[in-house]
C-alpha cells in the first residue's frame, strides 16, 4: 500500500503512537549525539565512557523479557505513557548529578524506560495494522522516529554551538542541549495519553510460560542474529562521536548537522523498505543490506579525509538501519499472538547484552591501542559477517514456512 494511502486510513491509535514516537525520536536523537561527546570533553576515559554507555543497555538486559511478560496482558497506553515520563525525567536531570556514579544510575533506569517503550511498539502496532498496511506502518513508525531526530540533532548541534559562549564552555552548553532533551519525551508522554488500546493481546487466564515452551526454537530463531548485529554495532557506534571529534576536530553544531544528515537518509532507507520487501522477500534484504553497509564500516576504519568519512558514516547508519522494520514484520507476522511481546522481549534482552558487552569491551580497546578506531571498524565488519550469515541460515526456513502457508490458504 502507498504510504500516502496508509496515512489517509491509518487507525486512530497507530497515528498517536507515530507521534509520539516522533517526539521520543527527537529525545534519542540528542542524547545519543552528545553524551559520549560530552563526556569526552569533560576528560572522562574511553573506559567509563564505555561503561556510562552499556548500563543504557543493562537496563534492556534487566527489564526487556519482565516488561514482555506484563505486556502481553497489559494495554500499551499506560506503558507508553510511563515510560515516556521516567525517560524524559532521567534525561533532563542526568548533566545536573554530582557525578559519574549517579549519572550511571541515571542512565541505567533511562535505558530501564526505554526498553519497557521498546518492548511494546510491535506487537502494539501489529494489532493496530491489517495485512496490507503492515508493512508501510512498520516503515513509517520507524521513518517518524528519525525524521524527527533530523530536527533534534540539527537544533541541538547549533544550540550547543550557540551557548559555547554565553555559558562557558562547550561542556556547559553540551550539559543545557541534554537537559532541554528530556523534555521531548514528556511531550510524547501527552502524545501517548491518547492512545486508545483496551484489549490486551493475551487473556488474563492464559498461561505464558507453556506457550513460549513450545515456540522456543522460533524465539533463538529471531534473537542469535541479533544479538551478533547488536554486538557489532555495541563495538564501534558509541564511538563515532569521539572518532569525529578526534580524528577530524569535528565541532559540536557540524556534529549534529552530520547526525541529522544522517537521519534523513535513514528516513529515506525505511521509507524504502516496502519496495525493496516486495523485490527481494525478507531474509534476501535483510542479508543484502547488511553486507551493502559493510564497505562503509572499512572506509571509515582507514581514511583521512574528513568528506569521505562523512560519506561513509550517512551510508552505513541508512543501510544498517533499513533492516529494522523488515525483521520486525517478519517476526511478528511467524510469531503466534500471545508470543509476539515475549519475543520481543528475548530479542530486547539480547540486544541489550550486546550493547553491554560491545561498548564496555571497545572502550578498554581504544584505551590499550591508544584511540585506534580501525580495530573498532573491522572488529564490526567481522561480527556484521557472522550476523548475517547466521540471519540466512535460521530465518529463510521461516520465511519458507510462512510463504507455504500463505500459499495453502489461498488455494
Wanted: aromatic share 10%; charged share 10%.
Amino acid at each position: 500500500m502507498p504510504l500516502t494511502s496508509t496515512l489517509r486510513t491509518m487507525r486512530p491509535a497507530a497515528r498517536a503512537y507515530l507521534l509520539g514516537s516522533a517526539f521520543m525520536g527527537g529525545t534519542q536523537a540528542v542524547t545519543w549525539t552528545f553524551l559520549a561527546r560530552w563526556l569526552n570533553g569533560l576528560g572522562h576515559t574511553k573506559t567509563e565512557i564505555g561503561t556510562f554507555q552499556s548500563l543504557d543497555s543493562w537496563g534492556k538486559v534487566a527489564v526487556a523479557l519482565p516488561a514482555a511478560f506484563v505486556l502481553a496482558r497489559r494495554p500499551a497506553r499506560g506503558v507508553f505513557v510511563g515510560s515516556a515520563l521516567i525517560a524524559g525525567l532521567c534525561y533532563a536531570v542526568l548533566p545536573i548529578l554530582p557525578g559519574l556514579r549517579w549519572m550511571y544510575a541515571a542512565n541505567f533506569v533511562a535505558g530501564l524506560a526505554m526498553t519497557v517503550h521498546y518492548v511494546a511498539i510491535a506487537p502494539f502496532l501489529f494489532r493496530h495494522t491489517g495485512s496490507e498496511e503492515r508493512a508501510a506502518v512498520f516503515s513509517l513508525a520507524e521513518a517518524a522516529r528519525t525524521g524527527a531526530a533530523v530536527v533534534g540533532s540539527a537544533a541541538a548541534g547549533f544550540a550547543a554551538a550557540a551557548l559555547t559562549g554565553p555559558l562557558g564552555g562547550e561542556s556547559e552548553a553540551t550539559s543545557a542541549v541534554i537537559s532541554s532533551a528530556g523534555v521531548f519525551a514528556l511531550i510524547a508522554a501527552l502524545c501517548y495519553a491518547r492512545i486508545h488500546d483496551p484489549s490486551p493481546s493475551m487473556p488474563e487466564a492464559a498461561r505464558i510460560l507453556p506457550v513460549v515452551r513450545a515456540h522456543r526454537g522460533l524465539l533463538g530463531r529471531f534473537a542469535a542474529p541479533q544479538f551478533l548485529v547488536a554486538l557489532g554495532a555495541g563495538f564501534c557506534i558509541p564511538f563515532l562521536p569521539t572518532y569525529f571529534q578526534e580524528r577530524f576536530a569535528v565541532t559540536p553544531d557540524q556534529w549534529g548537522y552530520l547526525f541529522a544528515a544522517g537521519q534523513v537518509l535513514m528516513t529515506v532507507g525505511f521509507l524504502a523498505t516496502p519496495w525493496v520487501l516486495a523485490r527481494l522477500g525478507f531474509v534476501r534484504s535483510m542479508v543484502a543490506i547488511e553486507l551493502s553497509s559493510l564497505p562503509f564500516f572499512l572506509t571509515l576504519a582507514f581514511t583521512g579525509s574528513l568528506w569521505i568519512a562523512m560519506l561513509a558514516f550517512l551510508m552505513r547508519g541508512a543501510l544498517m538501519n533499513a533492516t529494522h522494520p523488515i525483521h520486525k514484520n517478519l517476526m511478528m507476522r511467524a510469531t503466534p499472538a500471545g508470543v509476539r511481546e515475549v519475543q520481543t522481549g528475548v530479542n530486547a534482552t539480547l540486544w541489550g547484552v550486546g550493547w553491554v558487552v560491545g561498548p564496555l569491551a571497545a572502550g578498554r580497546v581504544l584505551d590499550a591501542t591508544g584511540d585506534d578506531y580501525a580495530v573498532l571498524m573491522c572488529t564490526t565488519v567481522c561480527i556484521y559477517l557472522m550476523a548475517a550469515a547466521l540471519t540466512w541460515l535460521l530465518l529463510r526456513p521461516v520465511e519458507r514456512r510462512g510463504e507455504a502457508r500463505t500459499e495453502t490458504a489461498g488455494a
